[in-house]
């Protein structure tokens, strides 16, 4: 029995390939779990969840199938926002102590940056409260939907030309 560990020339895995895999992976499970109209069940939120962590640690993409994954899980809106706010605070952490623990934020220029990009997180971040009280879950849902559309269109449009 050969191994693909074993061999001795392993053909290379290219990002665009293993990107395009994990697309087909996330699309399986998604397409499987929401059908029937059914809420996607404990495999599929481990398969999507796997997917969407690896897929950001590649290719720092791992937001869109876990939010796609959320919107069809019944959560109220409040719950949605926690949740997905939770996991980017996770990421953000986890990234900033990697960044501290390799000296990278010990760069002036990377402090020069994030003065002149925190105000516009803050102001991005007071209009997106805002607007969260006024919208409704559906509005929410279908907002969420048509940037998920228009990212998926920029990275096609990105990757043709």
């Known amino acids: ?5 074993a061999s001795p020339n ?3 895995a290219t990002p665009d390939a293993s990107v395009r895999a994990a697309d ?8 499987r779990s929401t059908s029937s109209g059914a809420t996607p069940g404990p495999r599929s939120a481990m398969s999507i969840t796997i997917v969407a962590r690896s897929r950001r640690v590649v290719t720092s993409t791992g937001g ?3 939010a796609m994954y959320l919107q069809h899980r019944g959560l109220s809106k ?4 926690a949740t997905l706010g939770l996991s980017t605070l996770t990421s953000i952490s986890l990234r900033t102590m990697a960044f501290l623990i390799t000296g990278t934020l ?6 020069l940056y994030a003065i002149a990009i925190v105000p516009a997180g803050l102001i991005g971040l007071w209009a ?10 559906d509005g929410l849902m279908r907002a969420v939907s ?9 990275l096609i449009v990105r990757a043709l030309g």
């Open 1 to 5: 029995m050969r191994s693909t560990i």
């Open 78 to 81: 409040e719950q949605y926002r």
């Open 146 to 154: 048509l940037m998920l559309a228009a990212s998926g269109a920029s």
């Open 24 to 31: 087909a992976r996330v699309n399986g499970c998604f397409s």
């Open 106 to 111: 010990l760069d002036a220029q990377v402090w």
């Open 64 to 66: 869109p199938p876990y």
């Open 10 to 12: 392993p053909a290379p």
């Open 128 to 137: 997106a409260n805002h607007l969260f009280r006024r919208i409704s879950r």
